[in-house]
């Protein structure tokens, strides 16, 4: 695990100097991988390639340095990830006479490329981006994982390619700060993050999951690839227990090859289907007590510790939990968010943070339950999909338009919680006729139409969806595999996995998700829907894989996740700071928004008059990330 960076120069430059550029890229990165770094540089008159790393060792410490190279220095290798079939595939090249150096999943990576090219990289079950420099094809190569668990941006100026594990090594190698993005911008005010290809920097992208870049380093041109389908399996009549046995199976064979590791390794447990079920697997696994961890709130109704404990007096594990307040996160609430070098207003980020940094006090591998909901159909979004369709062949238009109207006032509240009036409120709103349902409820923060009054003319950009519509083949989403597809595109990419990756490299600690594996993805997408989804039970067959291992009913018992009563944080210790960013002058300055609409916005929140806490935070986190980046007071 670690972190990368690379230019490509169109001109020949001295290696002293792509080393002193590359380091200070690195330098930037220190914390996804303190153990060691390596420079790589090669320079010919017409194109100058530097690639860098630096690593976490997490798998052969000794031995698996980078770059790495073939035995005739031909190709070249910087690598972030886990490849968690490697050892499967490197018996495979062994048998084909292939010879290894090292026990590296990177070697593996690196020899395979040299046996099939680009068509080596669909073999590939990990979560990666790395680059490769081929001076036999004069061609870099950089890649990303099916899911995108690992970050890669990227951009093109008129004589350099620069690309990165995270935007600020790469921002910082430019002129000058880029111009916001229109389209970035639109993205996260609807969603709370930014998905790719898109980032909050014009001309600046992301690699968009399961994809490569080609590089040609003669014509100085890119053209992106994808790496692989998604293999379109059929199991429609199979029946439910033959299923459920397949899924256990599955997950447990994915459990396994995501526990390999040279170092300690443990869970985090939320006390949740996922946690629980990838914790009590792994502790099946080993041949000593595990180490779980979990965090909890002050405040009641977003603590959720009682669950975690359940679960680890179930698999006897070495338990830690951690209980924060608001103090806890006072002193760290810049870092964590500023860490995201874009806007991002998930908060989920911020415990998150917190349990990674008391984690990486006791391991550096944590596997976590990340993915399931999407996998598995988990959230309540999938069943609003299901009942969107319903509501909508039964409710006429017009008498939709007058229930909504009427219960818009009803249903508002003062206080920051998520009570069932919020998801009533929220799920009226969404309701569509067009087809655009799903579209709208994964939209956290502003309605398309709130979005316009927001934004001034000039900033606002509408159909921000198409390009995504056009990626999945889903204008209408009707089904829930059409929902997933579009989390995995949107949700999962852009927010799960940045919150993730970021918070867990933050502190040095690398995490893994089991249920991020293309196979259960495929699998799961082959069953009938009723078996992921039987009334009102999500992850129907998730569930019934596991359920005897647990006791009666606690799987089907609802969890929350990591809620942060951040509307309450809003009008306590982040007032003062939040109404600074509502100043009438700085506003103007900004040419962004409409003063009219973003003031009354937050004062009534601020006032308590209304519970606009989705909305202010995300508008709070923008402006946090704005003021860091551009300086404006």
């Not at 100085?220 to 029946?239: F, G, R």
């Amino acid at each position: 695990m670690c972190g990368i960076n690379g230019v490509i120069h169109s001109s020949l430059i001295d290696n002293q100097s792509l080393k002193e550029q590359l380091g200070s890229m690195n330098n930037l990165i220190f914390h996804r991988g303190p153990d060691e770094d390596g420079i790589y540089t090669d320079s010919s008159d017409n194109a100058s390639v530097s690639m860098a790393m630096r690593r976490l060792s997490i798998i052969d410490l000794s031995t698996g340095k980078q770059p790495m190279h073939t035995a005739n220095n031909d190709i070249s290798i910087v690598f972030n990830g886990e490849i968690y079939n490697y050892q499967k595939l490197k018996v495979q090249l062994e048998t084909k006479g292939v010879t290894f150096n090292t026990t590296s999943d990177t070697e593996v990576i690196l020899k395979l490329y040299e046996q099939e090219g680009p068509d080596s990289f669909k073999k590939l079950d990990g979560m990666f981006a790395f680059s490769i420099h081929d001076k036999t094809k004069n061609k870099v190569f950089i890649t990303r994982d099916f899911f995108g668990e690992k970050p890669l941006y990227y951009t093109k100026t008129e004589d350099t390619f620069i690309y990165a594990s995270e935007l600020k090594s790469l921002v910082k190698q430019l002129p000058k700060k880029p111009e916001i993005s229109t389209t970035g911008l639109n993205l996260y005010f609807r969603l709370t993050y930014i998905p790719a290809p898109y980032t909050i920097y014009d001309n600046v992208f992301k690699l968009k999951a399961n994809h490569y870049i080609e590089y040609d380093l003669e014509s100085k041109s890119l053209h992106i690839e994808e790496i692989s389908q998604v293999n379109e399996l059929d199991n429609k009549h199979i029946s439910f227990d033959e299923a459920k046995k397949n899924v256990n199976t599955l997950v447990r064979e994915s459990v396994e090859s995501r526990s390999i590791s040279d170092v300690p390794i443990g869970t985090f447990l939320s006390g949740g289907v996922d946690s629980s079920v990838v914790s009590l697997c792994l502790s099946q696994m080993s041949d000593k007590k595990i180490d779980t961890f979990s965090i909890g709130f002050e405040k009641a109704e977003f603590d959720e510790t009682d669950k975690s404990q359940v679960v680890a007096k179930l698999i006897n594990s070495n338990h830690h939990e951690f209980i924060i307040n608001e103090k806890d996160l006072e002193h760290n609430v810049d870092e964590i968010l500023l860490n995201f070098d874009e806007p991002f207003a998930d908060s989920s980020a911020l415990p998150t943070y917190l349990v990674s940094n008391k984690t990486r006090e006791y391991v550096k591998v944590a596997l976590t339950g990340d993915g399931g909901d999407e996998v598995f159909a988990g959230y309540n979004k999938h069943y609003m999909g299901k009942l969107n369709r319903k509501y909508t062949s039964v409710i006429p238009k017009f008498a939709h338009n007058g229930l909504k109207s009427v219960a818009t006032n009803l249903l508002k509240t003062k206080d920051d919680n998520r009570g069932k009036r919020f998801k009533v409120n929220r799920l009226l709103k969404a309701i569509d006729y067009s087809g655009e349902f799903y579209w709208n409820i994964i939209s956290l923060a502003f309605t398309d139409k709130e979005k316009e009054r927001l934004f001034l003319p000039h900033m606002h950009q509408a159909s921000i969806f198409e390009s995504y519509k056009k990626d999945t083949g889903i204008a209408a989403p009707k089904t829930i595999t059409d929902f997933r597809e579009i989390d995995r595109h949107t949700s999962l990419e852009g927010d799960m996995l940045v919150k993730v990756d970021r918070t867990s490299m933050l502190n040095s600690l690398e995490c893994r998700a089991p249920f991020l594996n293309k196979s259960i993805w495929e699998y799961t997408n082959s069953l009938p829907e009723e078996y992921l989804m039987k009334g009102w039970s999500k992850k129907h067959i998730l569930k019934e894989a596991f359920k005897d291992e647990f006791p009666t009913d606690f799987l089907e018992k609802s969890k929350q996740g990591f809620g942060v009563p951040v509307g309450d944080w809003l009008r306590s210790s982040l007032k003062a700071e939040l109404e600074s960013y509502i100043e009438p002058k700085f506003v103007g300055s900004q040419n962004i928004f409409q003063s009219n609409t973003i003031i009354p916005l937050v004062k009534n929140h601020l006032s308590g008059k209304e519970d606009n806490t989705m909305r202010v935070w995300t508008y709070y986190c923008f402006q946090k990330w704005y003021l860091n980046t551009y300086s404006v007071i």
